[in-house]
């Protein structure tokens, strides 16, 4: 008689030692991990940690929406707003300054579509305008991750991405813009080599996708 490994569950945060775990490996590899409790506490730390004045690059993110660092970022007025900006921007004559914009600001902040307990990071895009920032572009990086995204390897982050998060981004996309979306561009972050460019901010609760 064989037994069958339960399939991992995506939407349910995970036990403390499988974040600590995480967030060991993370920091390993060179990221700046803190464990918080919520998105409030996310919320308040991400204010902290951006100084006032800098160019900010929101990614999509429901994580950022749910939490309201969206808006705290992109209609507080305290930071520039490189999504306010490039919104304003005319795609048919000014699409490389934009794309300009978008690759390098002083902080990119979104979340990723997965961790894993080996210490990597995740992030699936349709267009991948969020990527350049993330891998390199940006001064410094800031993600919020829910405790539901962890997982145990790059594998079981990969079935993620489709299995799980897809599906979702695109009944989101077929809403707001009438198509679905699709993994076109795929990130993997395997270490941070600069000290001090990479948080992530891990936290105890399910939030986002």
């Not at 204010?47 to 507080?76: F, H, M, Y």
């Not at 990597?120 to 993330?134: E, F, I, W």
């Not at 145990?152 to 009944?171: F, G």
């Not at 001090?196 to 609760?205: D, I, K, M, Q």
Request: with cysteine; proline share 6%.
């Amino acid at each position: 008689m064989t037994t069958s490994t339960p399939a991992p569950s995506f939407t349910d945060p995970v036990p403390a030692h499988r974040l600590e775990l995480a967030a060991a490996a993370l920091t390993d590899h060179g990221f700046t991990v803190e464990i918080l409790d919520d998105a409030a506490a996310a919320r308040a730390r991400v204010n902290e940690l951006i100084p006032e004045g800098a160019s900010v690059l929101t990614a999509a993110s429901e994580t950022l929406r749910l939490s309201g660092i969206d808006d705290d970022i992109n209609a507080g007025g305290r930071y520039r707003s490189i999504k306010a900006s490039t919104l304003a921007m005319d795609r048919a004559s000014q699409m490389d300054e934009i794309r300009r914009l978008r690759a390098s600001p002083d902080v990119v902040v979104g979340s990723v579509a997965a961790v894993t307990e080996t210490g990597s990071l995740v992030a699936a895009s349709g267009s991948g305008s969020q990527l350049p920032s993330y891998s390199g572009g940006a001064a410094r990086a800031i993600w919020i991750v829910g405790a539901q995204k962890v997982v145990p390897d790059l594998s079981t982050a990969l079935r993620r991405v489709e299995d799980h998060c897809l599906p979702l981004e695109s009944a989101r996309a077929k809403a707001v813009y009438g198509w679905p979306s699709a993994v076109n561009r795929l990130l993997v972050l395997n270490a941070e080599p600069f000290p001090g460019r990479s948080t992530v901010l891990l936290l105890r609760e399910a939030t986002g996708f």
